[in-house]
C-alpha cells in the first residue's frame, strides 16, 4: 500500500492506490476520479456492482441512485450526506470522502437488517394502532347492529376490499352485516348454507379458521359477495368472531383478484382483529340481552295507569326515593271488577326498605294479591293469607297496606277500607272538609297473627278518597329544611281539592311534597285517588284499555 485512502471521516488527498487492505475492508468501497472514472473497487464492491476500474460512473450496472449522488456531489463541490438505496435487493448506505484532487471514495454500508426491522416495527406500530383504535370504536357502543356495522366498515377500510359478518342463526336466517371499502355498509338477514363457504360451518361453532390457501374464492355463494364489489374475488379470509364462550359470529374478508393474496401475516392480523370484535360484539349482545329481560321484569314492578272504571275515577302518582329509579318499595293496583255489581279491589302498600330489593318484594305481594282475589271479598282473611306467605319467604321485610273494595251504588261510591299497618285514607267532603277512615290494623310479614279493622265509607259525587304512603307526609325540607310536611300539612292541602278529578287530586299532592322537598333526598312516594266523579260516572269503564264485563278480574300492569 502506497498510500492510504483514509477513512470516510478523515480521507486522504490524491495519489489514492488500493491495496491489499482496501480489498479485506468488511464493505464495498468504489474510488471515483474527477471525470466520473472507476479507478479502483475491492473484492467486496466488485461482487456487489459487476464493473471494473476504467469503467465510467454512469455505466448501466451503477445503480442510478449512486451514480446521481456522485453527479450532485461534483456539481455542489462540497460533501454530501450519505445516501441511500438498494442493490442487488439489498439496502445500503453510501458514504462519501472526497480527496484533494477530486477522487471521491464512496462507502457502502449495508443496511439492509435495520432497515427491515424498522419496516417490521412500524407495521406493528400500525397494527396496534389499528387494533387500539377498533376497540376504542367498539365499545363505546353496545348496541349489537351498531357493532357490526363499525366491525365489517373497518375490516373492509384497513384489511381488505370487502368484509361480511354472519352472526349466529336467530331461527332459520342467518343475520348479514356488508361493508365494502368504499364504507357503504348494508345489514340483512338470510336463509344462508354455512358449508358453502369452506371453514365457515365450523367459524361459527368457534373452531380454528382454515387457511386462505384452502378456500376457492370461485366458489363463493352469491350470498357471500357484497352487492357492488368491483372485479373477481383474488383471496377470502373466514375467520371466527370468538364471544364470551360463545361465537359472536363469523368474518369473512374478500380481496380483489387486482390486489395482492392475504399474506400469512394478515391471516395472524385478521384473527386479531376478529378477537377484538368478537369479545365487543359478544358483549353487546349480552347487555342487549340482559336489557330485554330487565324491561320484562321492570313492566310487573312498574305501577298500573289507572282510568275510571265502573263510574269510579281511579288515579296514581308514583316517585322512586332515587330520580335514576323507576321503581322502588311502593306500590298500588286496582283490580276491576267483572261488571259494575262486583266489587273492584284496590290496594296501595309501603315495603320496608327502598330499590330494587324492596321491589322484588312489591312484585311477590302484588302477585300474592292477585291470586287472592277471588277472597278480596273478606280483607282480613286476605291479609292473614298474605302475611303467612311472607313469614314463609326468604325475605326479611315486612309491609304496609291499605285494602279498599269498591261499588258504586246510586249515585254513591261505597267503599269498605282496611288498614294494615299503614296511614289511614282521608276522606275530602265535596264540601271542603278531610275526614279520616276510622280503619287500623297490623302490618304484615312481622308478626304470626294479625288483626284489622275495617271501615266503611260512602261517597257523594265530587267527593274523594285519597290513599297514600309515608313518602307523603315524611317529606322532608320546607323553610328550614328538615321539617315533615306532615299530616296536617297535608289535610290542609287537600280541602281545596273538593269536587276535582281524582288525576288533579294525586297531581296537586305529589306536587306540593315536591315542592316541599325542594332539592333534598326523600323515600318513594305514592298516591291513589279513588273519587266519586262530580259530573256522573260516564261511559268509560276500563283500566289500561280492559273493558269492564269483558276483562278478567286482574289488574292490567305497563
Avoid at 482496501?22 to 464492491?45: Q, R
Avoid at 460512473?57 to 445503480?63: K, L, N
Avoid at 456539481?75 to 439496502?91: D, I, N
Avoid at 277512615?437 to 279493622?453: E, F, N, R, W, Y
Wanted: glycine residues 10%; charged residues 20%; hydrophobic residues 40%.
Amino acid at each position: 500500500m502506497t498510500s492510504s485512502p483514509g477513512t470516510p471521516d478523515s480521507p486522504q488527498a490524491g495519489g489514492v492506490d488500493v491495496d491489499t487492505a482496501w480489498n479485506n475492508a468488511p464493505c464495498p468501497v468504489l474510488v471515483v476520479d474527477a471525470d466520473g472514472t472507476l479507478i479502483e473497487t475491492n473484492e467486496a464492491a466488485r461482487r456487489l456492482i459487476p464493473l471494473v476500474p476504467g469503467d465510467s460512473i454512469t455505466a448501466t450496472a451503477m445503480p442510478a441512485w449512486l451514480a446521481a449522488a456522485d453527479r450532485t456531489l461534483r456539481l455542489a463541490g462540497t460533501p454530501v450526506q450519505a445516501v441511500s438505496g438498494e442493490v442487488a435487493g439489498r439496502s445500503f448506505e453510501a458514504h462519501p470522502s472526497a480527496c484533494d484532487d477530486g477522487i471521491v471514495v464512496w462507502w457502502l454500508l449495508e443496511d439492509t437488517d435495520r432497515r427491515l426491522a424498522e419496516q417490521a416495527l412500524r407495521g406493528e406500530r400500525e397494527r396496534a394502532a389499528l387494533l387500539a383504535e377498533v376497540s376504542s370504536a367498539l365499545l363505546s357502543s353496545l348496541n349489537v347492529e351498531r357493532c357490526m356495522t363499525v366491525t365489517a366498515r373497518m375490516a373492509a377500510g384497513h384489511l381488505a376490499d370487502a368484509a361480511i359478518i354472519v352472526a349466529p342463526a336467530q331461527g332459520r336466517r342467518h343475520p348479514l352485516t356488508y361493508a365494502r371499502a368504499d364504507g357503504e355498509v348494508t345489514q340483512t338477514q338470510l336463509p344462508i348454507d354455512p358449508r358453502s363457504v369452506a371453514g365457515l360451518a365450523e367459524a361459527l361453532q368457534g373452531f380454528p379458521p382454515v387457511p386462505a390457501r384452502w378456500i376457492d374464492p370461485a366458489e363463493l355463494p352469491g350470498w357471500a359477495v357484497p352487492e357492488g364489489f368491483d372485479g373477481p374475488i383474488g383471496s377470502v379470509i373466514v375467520t371466527p368472531l370468538p364471544g364470551h364462550g360463545v361465537p359472536a359470529g363469523v368474518l369473512i374478508l374478500l380481496r380483489s383478484s387486482t390486489h395482492q393474496a392475504f399474506s400469512e401475516g394478515e391471516e395472524v392480523f385478521a384473527r386479531l382483529f376478529a378477537a377484538r370484535a368478537g369479545v365487543a360484539l359478544s358483549a353487546a349482545r349480552l347487555y342487549a340481552e340482559q336489557r330485554s329481560i330487565t324491561s320484562t321484569l321492570m313492566r310487573e314492578l312498574l305501577p298500573p295507569r289507572l282510568e275510571r272504571v265502573h263510574g269510579v275515577e281511579y288515579a296514581g302518582a308514583y316517585r322512586a326515593a332515587r330520580d335514576h329509579e323507576r321503581v322502588g318499595g311502593d306500590f298500588y293496583d286496582v283490580h276491576p271488577g267483572t261488571d259494575a255489581d262486583k266489587e273492584t279491589f284496590v290496594v296501595l302498600g309501603d315495603v320496608a326498605g327502598k330499590g330494587l330489593e324492596a321491589a322484588v318484594l312489591t312484585g311477590k305481594i302484588r302477585s300474592v294479591l292477585h291470586a287472592l282475589l277471588p277472597l278480596s271479598a273478606d280483607h282480613q282473611q286476605v291479609l292473614s293469607l298474605l302475611n303467612g306467605a311472607l313469614l314463609n319467604s326468604h325475605h326479611t321485610r315486612f309491609a304496609t297496606l291499605v285494602l279498599a273494595s269498591v261499588t258504586r251504588r246510586s249515585g254513591h261510591v261505597r267503599l269498605r277500607l282496611t288498614s294494615a299497618g299503614h296511614l289511614p285514607p282521608l276522606i275530602i267532603r265535596s264540601d271542603g272538609r278531610v275526614e279520616e277512615a276510622p280503619t287500623q290494623g297490623q302490618l304484615v310479614g312481622a308478626m304470626p297473627d294479625i288483626t284489622s279493622h275495617s271501615a266503611d265509607v260512602s261517597l257523594a259525587p265530587g267527593e274523594t278518597c285519597l290513599l297514600y304512603t309515608d313518602g307523603i307526609t315524611e317529606a322532608s325540607g320546607g323553610p328550614l329544611g328538615d321539617q315533615f310536611f306532615g299530616e296536617e300539612r297535608l289535610r290542609a292541602a287537600l280541602g281545596p281539592c273538593a269536587r276535582m278529578p281524582a288525576e288533579a287530586v294525586v297531581e296537586r299532592v305529589q306536587m306540593l311534597a315536591a315542592q316541599w322537598l325542594g332539592g333534598g333526598r326523600h323515600d318513594d312516594m305514592a298516591s291513589l285517588a279513588i273519587t266519586n266523579p262530580a259530573g256522573g260516572h260516564g261511559a268509560l269503564h276500563s283500566v289500561d284499555g280492559h273493558h269492564a264485563g269483558t276483562a278478567r278480574p286482574k289488574a292490567v300492569r305497563r
